[in-house]
């Protein structure tokens, strides 16, 4: 999904260059690293059902919804009626 991808991939970013500019003299690299790499792993499971429902509600916004069409002659759903 390519809402959970930006996500996954800008949050880490976002965290670890906002990290480093706060702690800019001495940046605790280890933690960085480390932390980074937990980030990315983790925010895509996280985000997946945000993101999933996030992506329908736009999908249902952009595309008309489609009408089955109408049985003629009583027939139930799925069953074809003979003329």
């Not at 690293?33 to 993101?51: D, E, S």
Request: overall charge neutral.
């Amino acid at each position: 999904m390519l809402l959970n991808l930006i996500a996954a991939e800008s949050v880490p970013v976002l965290v670890v260059g906002g990290t480093v500019l706060a702690t800019w003299p001495d940046p605790p690299w280890t933690l960085l690293r480390w932390g980074g790499i937990g980030l990315a792993v983790i925010i895509p499971f996280i985000g997946y059902p945000f993101a999933k429902t996030l992506w329908l509600f736009l999908d249902m916004q952009f595309r008309a919804p489609v009408r089955a069409p109408e049985s003629g002659g009583g027939a139930g759903p799925g069953i074809a009626s003979e003329r």
